[in-house]
C-alpha cells in the first residue's frame, strides 16, 4: 500500500464528515478552438473530458462526480461514463450564463452526503489522482484550498496600448488552477454572498476570498494545464509522453 493510500485511508476512518464530490464544468463555448467543442477533442487518443473524468474516479477521495455541460453534450457524456467506466458519475446538470451559474447547478445535485466540494475545469486533462488527493487533504484542514502554479516569468502591466508601464514582483504570484476545494457549507455562504452582490468571479477561490477566508494553494505544476486553444494540444501530448516514459 502507497503511503498516500495510507494516508486516504486515515482520513477516511477519522474524518467521516469529509465526503468529497466533484462538479466539473464542461458547459463552456470553447470559442478559442474554433469550430470543434475541445471537451470532445482527443488527447493521446482520448477525449479531453475523458482524461479529466478518469483522474476524478481514480482519486479514492472523490465519492460522486457531477458533470455540468450544455444539454447536447449530455449523450455523449453518458457514452464517456459507459466507455470509461466512471461509476461516480451520478448527475449531469445543465450549464449557466456565467461559470458561476454553471458550478451552482452543479452543487444543486449533489447528494446530501457532500461535505466537501471539488469543482474542477472539464478541460484540464491533465490533473492526477495524486494531485487532486493533495488539494483534498489540504482543503480538510484549511476549509478552502485550490491546484496552483507559482509565476516564473517576468509580469509586467501594460496599458490598452501594450505600452509597459511597471514589472510586478513575481515572488508572491500564483496561477490559479483546479481543482478548488472547499467545504461545502462555506461555499454556499460564497455564493449567496456572490449573488447578494452581484459579482461575478473568474475563479471559485475569489468567492471565498469575498467572505475574508483564506485558500492554500498547493503547487500542482506548469503540467496542469487547460487545453483552451489549439495549440494546446501537442503540449498536452508531450506531457502525457512525458509522464508515461518516468513512470
Known amino acids: 500500500m502507497s503511503k498516500l493510500q495510507q494516508i486516504v485511508e486515515t482520513v477516511h476512518r477519522y ?7 466533484a462538479v466539473i464544468l ?12 475541445k471537451l470532445f477533442y482527443r488527447v493521446g ?15 479514492p477521495l472523490i465519492r460522486e462526480i457531477v458533470v455540468v455541460a450544455k444539454p447536447e453534450d449530455f449523450a455523449k457524456i453518458k457514452g464517456l461514463k459507459q466507455q470509461y467506466g466512471i ?36 478541460a484540464r486533462c491533465l490533473t492526477t489522482p495524486t494531485q487532486i488527493t493533495k488539494v483534498c487533504l489540504s482543503a480538510y484542514r484549511q476549509m478552502a484550498a485550490c491546484a496552483a502554479h507559482k509565476v516564473t516569468d517576468t509580469v509586467k502591466r501594460a496599458t490598452v496600448f501594450h505600452n509597459t508601464t511597471e514589472t510586478i514582483d513575481r515572488k508572491d504570484l500564483w ?24 459579482f461575478a468571479a473568474t475563479d471559485d477561490a475569489t468567492l471565498i476570498e469575498k467572505l475574508g477566508y483564506r485558500v492554500h494553494l498547493i503547487e500542482c505544476g506548469i503540467g496542469n494545464i487547460k487545453i483552451t486553444t489549439v495549440e494546446d494540444i501537442p503540449l498536452a501530448e508531450a506531457v ?6 518516468n513512470k
Open 240 to 245: 502525457l509522453n512525458y509522464r508515461k516514459n
Open 87 to 122: 461509476t461516480k458519475l451520478t448527475q449531469i446538470a445543465a450549464g449557466g450564463e456565467t461559470r458561476q451559474e454553471s458550478a451552482k447547478n452543479g452543487v444543486e445535485k449533489l447528494s446530501d452526503q457532500v461535505k466537501f466540494i471539488a469543482i474542477a475545469d472539464g
Open 175 to 198: 496561477e490559479m488552477q483546479t481543482p478548488q476545494v472547499f467545504n461545502i457549507a462555506l461555499y454556499q455562504a460564497a455564493m449567496l454572498k456572490a449573488e447578494d452582490e452581484k
Open 15 to 21: 474524518l467521516p464528515d469529509s465526503t468529497t464530490a
Open 45 to 59: 487518443g482520448i477525449p479531453v473530458l475523458a482524461h479529466t473524468l478518469i483522474a476524478y474516479q481514480k482519486c
Open 26 to 37: 464542461a458547459a463552456g463555448d470553447s470559442k478559442r478552438m474554433g469550430t470543434v467543442n
